[in-house]
């Protein structure tokens, strides 16, 4: 599966790895391994993304590696790189702001992700839509390229599977999940240590803002589907970026739950979406739907250009179908 991508890698000396917009913790994971990876090389390589590294991430960034995307400064790695590495991601245009980069100096891209892409945009694309994070995937590249392991790679790694696991709790962990992360832990990583930055690292202003998240939390008559709504209004001094990860956690562990929402307003018409599975519904095509993408448990949108009630209505409707196929067809088998 990897051989394209190995002679790609011998061949060429400049990269620039990236991920998707908002990255989460399976996309700078794999960034930070990836990047020591292609180091230890001997390549030259730059991490930037549209947005910033979250505060309970930036543990695996010790040395600023990863650069926040600046036109002045970027525009010229981007004009002398060999290689642009995208991962994590199915569609191009969650690429944000790189994406035009991309297109503007026609560097040689490679699509590098175990969700199966809506339409092929880059000039090579590497995906095991069995793999249950990209780190999982990193791994069996280092392995089969015959690289050493080092505390920085398998770090990263660590961080991809078990944020993209739901810390070994979905159902994409496998006995090979386990195998990978028991080889990983020999190289020093604290797994406890790694865990409490992610998850235990909460400010008392995010706390507030759960609990208002809360008292917004609408379930559907038949009990399947959850959704809340966080505004602008309700964000006042709230650092803009935090993970919404741990909130629409809640909401999913409502029991005979199906799939879980949550409306996020970043501004007034521009709305950002998760969706959550317990499995039997793919978001992932839902969330397609509305130009967004992810992997059939967790999936995200954006709806531009309409208020917050609007978006709230066209989402529950595509939902409530979704769902409604489902039963319809349990029912009939």
């Not at 190995?6 to 989460?24: A, M």
């Not at 991490?47 to 036109?71: A, C, H, K, T």
């Not at 970027?74 to 290689?83: C, E, G, N, P, W």
Request: hydrophobic share 40%.
């Amino acid at each position: 599966m990897f051989d394209d991508l190995i002679k790609i890698i011998k061949e060429k000396q400049k990269f620039i790895i990236t991920t998707h917009v908002n990255p989460d913790g399976d996309g700078l994971g794999s960034e930070i391994a990836f990047f020591h990876l292609l180091k230890s090389l001997g390549k030259e390589v730059y991490i930037i993304n549209q947005d910033p590294i979250l505060e309970n991430y930036s543990f695996l960034d010790p040395e600023g590696d990863i650069f926040v995307y600046n036109r002045e400064r970027d525009h010229k790695i981007f004009a002398s790189s060999d290689v642009l590495m995208a991962i994590d991601l199915s569609n191009a245009s969650r690429l944000g702001v790189i994406e035009k980069e991309l297109q503007k100096n026609k560097i040689y891209s490679i699509c590098f992700d175990h969700h199966p892409p809506e339409k092929k945009f880059a000039d090579l694309h590497v995906v095991d839509e069995n793999a249950a994070s990209i780190g999982e995937m990193i791994y069996e590249l280092a392995k089969e390229m015959g690289l050493s392991m080092t505390k920085e790679i398998a770090t990263g790694i660590y961080v991809s599977i078990l944020t993209d696991t739901g810390s070994f709790r979905y159902t994409n962990t496998t006995s090979k999940t386990h195998q990978i992360t028991a080889e990983l832990l020999k190289f020093g990583i604290q797994p406890y240590n790694i865990y409490k930055d992610i998850y235990e690292s909460d400010s008392y202003q995010k706390i507030v803002l759960m609990g208002k998240m809360l008292a917004t939390l609408r379930l559907d008559n038949t009990g399947t589907l959850a959704w809340a709504v966080i505004t602008k209004k309700m964000r006042d001094g709230v650092v803009e970026s935090f993970d919404k990860e741990g909130f629409i956690d809640i909401l999913r562990s409502i029991k005979g739950l199906e799939v879980a929402i949550l409306f996020f307003e970043k501004e007034e018409k521009v709305i950002k979406v998760s969706l959550r599975s317990k499995g039997n519904i793919d978001v992932n095509r839902i969330a397609s739907l509305f130009g967004g993408g992810g992997h059939r448990l967790a999936s995200g949108a954006a709806i531009e250009g309409e208020g917050l009630e609007l978006a709230i209505q066209k989402m529950l409707k595509a939902t409530t179908h979704s769902i409604k196929v489902f039963v319809d067809s349990k029912n009939n088998a």
